[in-house]
């Protein structure tokens, strides 16, 4: 999300839909009398291109497109004055931005946003965009990309509202990394999210700008059954799919990280010892070690002439390796479904 781009465009929404208005009157005069509602539409569509540049996708767009249409059916007798108005806006937000030194990403966004409204007007609706297509559990993350604490608040509210899947306490507790926290991220990737088979860490607990942990409650500790742990799995599972949604609603990725090694006894005392002195927490005997992590930032995407692998250099000098890629949009798992 370039903010520059954001705060840019919103400020000059007014300049710019009057001018634009001003325009398609000239260009247009007999097309009709309400230039002032055309005046107010483009400030609209304005808004919704700084909206899909902040959440960096064109769903914002799309809601536009939808009112173009009712029940299927175009509203417009017309296109013409519409396709001159678009072309004209990407000209001049372009304009803008190359005054600001605005990055090519958002110039990239506003180009998609207009040939959107394009396409809808010249071809038909149609759901263009779906943040849910492009999903992707990332691999690695964009650690220079933050996000802001009022969505953590707001991702933080979700997490203690959502209905719990038991009755008598809470299956599992969270707590959160923050980017100060490599020290325990390290620890995390080395003996933990790793898969020792093929000697390679979980980089996204490494790189997200922001992580939570879900662990086992110790109120588990007298119910050591398999059941008890995969019913805090599911508990998890439906607090994390909470989330996703908003993060992917507002232009971040999310990935779900299993634990994939349970190490020595020995390790698991360190990882006690480092989590009461973090977070002041006492975690299960049985299962002290993170079950799950969410992961949200910015991913980084597929790149086909990248490697597959790379090495990470530990604060302790020591090294290991991670995967870089988490495949082409071909390989992504889908599930099974059957419409009846």
């Given at each position: 999300m370039d903010w520059n781009a954001v705060t840019l465009l919103r400020t000059n929404i007014n300049t710019l839909s009057q001018l634009i208005a001003k325009n398609v009157k000239k260009t247009y005069p007999k097309r009709t009398k309400e230039f002032k509602k055309c005046t107010r539409d483009v400030a609209y569509i304005l808004q919704a291109i700084s909206t899909s540049i902040q959440a960096n996708n064109t769903l914002a767009i799309d809601h536009i497109i939808k009112m173009f249409y009712l029940n299927g059916i175009l509203r417009l007798n017309s296109t013409y004055a519409e396709i001159y108005a678009y072309d004209l806006m990407q000209k001049e937000i372009i304009t803008l931005f190359e005054k600001h030194n605005i990055t090519e990403h958002s110039v990239s966004i506003v180009k998609q946003c207009i040939?959107?409204?394009?396409?809808?007007?010249?071809?038909?609706?149609?759901?263009?965009?779906?943040?849910?297509?492009?999903?992707?559990?990332?691999?690695?993350?964009?650690?220079?990309?933050?996000?802001?604490?009022?969505?953590?608040?707001?991702?933080?509210?979700?997490?203690?509202?959502?209905?719990?899947?038991?009755?008598?306490?809470?299956?599992?507790?969270?707590?959160?990394?923050?980017?100060?926290?490599?020290?325990?991220?390290?620890?995390?990737?080395?003996?933990?999210?790793?898969?020792?088979?093929?000697?390679?860490?979980?980089?996204?607990?490494?790189?997200?700008?922001?992580?939570?942990?879900?662990?086992?409650?110790?109120?588990?500790?007298?119910?050591?059954?398999?059941?008890?742990?995969?019913?805090?799995?599911?508990?998890?599972?439906?607090?994390?799919?909470?989330?996703?949604?908003?993060?992917?609603?507002?232009?971040?990725d999310f990935s779900f990280i299993g634990c994939t090694e349970i190490p020595s006894k020995k390790i698991a005392k360190q990882w006690i010892r480092i989590v009461q002195t973090r977070w002041n927490y006492n975690p299960s005997t049985h299962w002290p070690w993170p079950i799950y992590a969410f992961c949200i930032g910015r991913g980084i995407d597929y790149d086909p002439d990248a490697p597959s692998e790379k090495e990470y250099t530990f604060q302790d000098g020591t090294t290991g390796l991670y995967h870089l890629t988490y495949g082409p949009t071909s390989e992504v798992r889908k599930g099974n479904i059957l419409y009846v």
């Open positions: 040939e959107l409204l394009k396409y809808a007007l010249e071809n038909g609706y149609a759901e263009y965009n779906s943040e849910w297509l492009s999903r992707r559990n990332y691999k690695v993350f964009d650690p220079t990309v933050p996000v802001p604490v009022d969505f953590q608040y707001r991702i933080e509210t979700i997490l203690e509202n959502v209905p719990r899947q038991s009755c008598g306490h809470n299956n599992f507790d969270i707590v959160k990394l923050q980017n100060s926290d490599l020290e325990i991220r390290e620890f995390l990737v080395k003996h933990y999210f790793r898969n020792n088979g093929l000697n390679r860490f979980e980089a996204a607990i490494l790189t997200s700008p922001l992580t939570y942990l879900c662990f086992a409650n110790s109120a588990a500790d007298t119910h050591q059954s398999e059941y008890s742990l995969m019913s805090k799995e599911q508990s998890i599972a439906i607090h994390g799919g909470a989330i996703l949604n908003e993060c992917l609603s507002s232009g971040y």
